[in-house]
């Protein structure tokens, strides 16, 4: 079976760092791009960027530059969202999301069940 | 930035046919794909590239996209149906950009 296991929930203080991971299994984790996507307590999705596992290419929304980082680790078919700076706004379920298809074409068919991380003081 | 226009909820009788918009600009032109979020769980694709269902998604989902307006109908409405579907695409400025809509949530009565 194809499928994205996320790592579990997060709590922590603004200032602090943190690193989520995003695993893939039953596929050929490198010929397919990751897609990170945020959803804050009660609101929509929220496209964040995308990483290329052959290459390490980064695609970032304008939105989260500088902010995040997003990596991968090819021999443990892994992807990563990482923050150095917290903020309480960063409160929200983080998704992961396999592409499919290409260019304006590509969709989200493989989804990971999601990461809460909480930020509080 | 590229703006996915939907409205926040529609509500529909079981047995009977929900039609979920998503505006945008020359949307048209674009591909659009659809996900259903039911409450609690991660996203699910419905349907891609404005009408191809991927397999196990009954043929009660259907989709069209055409000038300004791209829509989602689900037919003969079941309980299970109730969530929220968003619309995607992806707009270019440079890179890719990839955009959400912003959610119709159906409830189903």
């Known amino acids: 079976e194809e499928q994205l296991v996320q790592s579990g929930a997060e709590v922590k203080k603004p200032g602090e760092s943190l690193r989520i991971s995003c695993q893939g299994s039953g596929y050929a984790f490198s010929n397919y791009m990751i897609t990170w996507v945020r959803q804050m307590p009660g609101r929509g999705l929220e496209w964040m960027g995308t990483i290329d596992p052959s290459d390490s290419k980064t695609n970032l929304s304008p939105s989260f530059q500088g902010h995040v980082t997003v990596s991968t680790d090819r021999s443990i078919n892994t992807a990563f969202l990482e923050w150095r700076s917290l903020k309480a706004s960063d409160t929200a379920t983080y998704y992961c999301a396999r592409h499919w298809g290409y260019g304006g074409y590509t969709r989200f068919d493989v989804w990971g069940h999601g990461t809460l991380v909480t930020v509080s003081s | 930035s590229y703006v996915l226009t939907q409205a926040p909820s529609v509500s529909v009788a079981p047995g009977e046919t929900a039609r979920i918009t998503c505006g945008g600009d020359n949307i048209g032109s674009k591909s659009v794909h659809w996900y259903q979020q039911k409450a609690g769980q991660a996203p699910v694709l419905v349907v891609y590239?404005?009408?191809d269902r991927p397999s196990g998604i009954p043929k009660r989902f259907s989709a069209s996209n055409s000038g300004t307006t791209a829509t989602l109908t689900i037919n003969r409405v079941e309980a299970g149906d109730e969530a929220v579907y968003y619309c995607?695409?992806?707009?270019?400025?440079?890179?890719?950009?990839?955009?959400f809509g912003s959610g119709t949530k159906v409830t189903v009565l």
């Open positions: 590239n404005d009408k």
């Open positions: 995607q695409v992806w707009h270019t400025s440079g890179d890719l950009e990839g955009v």
